[in-house]
């Protein structure tokens, strides 16, 4: 990410627009104790969701925002592993919930969501939910992600997308310029 955009992802005014995100991703939603969490970026989602499982796993690829949430996260119910959610080193069927909050679009191929995709699915327990958001490219999504690795992911084909990959009872909602969904890996 570039300096404007990581000083944003830390910013309170992005961590109540993102809390308000996860508040309705999450509502009605049983996570169980033991939430992956992909694309943690510098954690303002995982200060939130950790209040809210018994032990929380943050994936992050970005060495420094990794070390960095680390670091901040020692001593609490987080443990965060620096790796690539699209080939992810936990067995089939570990996490009771997975969550992505506004991290898809910078994974930067089509192929490498998807695949991304079945890995949330393949780590879930049985019925488990897979849950988040992400947002779409407008005027301002556009200066805040200058230089960055950006593919944006297309709300209205999504839903498709997350069925191709093994989810069922697929939820989609949209607010302002975010898309949110909520999927079950089946039972």
Same mark, same amino acid.
């Given at each position: 990410?570039? !300096? ?33 969490? !992909? ?21 992050? !690829? ?22 690539? /959610? ?41 019925? /488990? ?13 556009? !200066? ?44």
């Amino acid at each position: 990410m570039n !300096i404007v955009h990581r000083w944003y992802c830390k910013s309170d005014m992005w961590a109540k627009r993102l809390t308000k995100g996860m508040t309705v991703a999450t509502q009605d939603l049983d996570l169980g104790d033991n939430l992956l969490e !992909i694309g943690p970026g510098p954690g303002v989602s995982t200060d939130w969701l950790r209040e809210r499982v018994q032990h929380l796993t943050a994936v992050e !690829i970005d060495h420094k925002l990794a070390r960095a949430l680390s670091q901040r996260m020692e001593g609490t119910n987080v443990t965060v592993v620096e790796g690539d /959610a699209t080939e992810l080193d936990f067995p089939d069927n570990t996490f009771s919930a997975v969550s992505s909050f506004t991290m898809l679009h910078h994974v930067p191929t089509p192929e490498l969501q998807d695949k991304l995709l079945a890995e949330a699915c393949r780590v879930l327990e049985p019925g /488990a939910p897979f849950f988040g958001s992400d947002s779409t490219p407008n005027f301002l999504w556009n !200066i805040f992600h200058v230089f960055d690795t950006r593919m944006p992911v297309d709300p209205d084909a999504f839903a498709g997308r997350l069925e191709a990959a093994g989810f069922e009872e697929v939820a989609m909602s949209t607010f302002a310029t975010d898309f949110g969904f909520r999927a079950r890996k089946p039972s």
